[in-house]
């Protein structure tokens, strides 16, 4: 059983940067598995927002590129999600995916203010 735990979600002005962490508990994943990040806004459907493959290669939605990076520790068991320029849209529950098996972390809030 995979346990996804998110962490590092904030309140932060408009051009503000946080950095999100997706932690695998009691189990190694990151290194050779495609994780995921997604958001869900209040009231809206949860959103693609990136993900990283196996071999790190990175994709990202329209709406976050050039201002999201994902990234991944794999000593730590862990996956990031870097925000920069982050815009009032931006907020929202943030949660880490692991596609193969469907598993999803309890999710982290994020709110930008203008």
């Known amino acids: 059983q995979v346990r996804l735990v998110e962490s590092g979600g904030d309140l932060v002005q408009a051009g503000g940067s946080l950095r999100l962490s997706c932690a695998a508990v009691?189990?190694?994943?990151?290194?050779?598995?495609?994780m995921a990040w997604y958001r869900q806004a209040p009231g809206k459907e949860r959103e693609w927002v990136g993900r990283?493959?196996?071999?790190?290669?990175?994709e990202y939605a329209d709406s976050v590129k050039g201002r999201f990076s994902i990234s991944r520790n794999i000593a730590k068991n862990s996956m990031y999600l870097q925000m920069n320029n982050l815009k009032p849209e931006d907020t929202g529950v943030y949660y880490c995916n692991y596609p193969r098996i469907n598993a999803w972390g309890q999710g982290t809030q994020v709110t930008v203010s203008s």
């Open positions: 990283i493959t196996a071999g790190g290669s990175t």
């Open positions: 009691s189990t190694s994943i990151f290194s050779a598995n495609v």
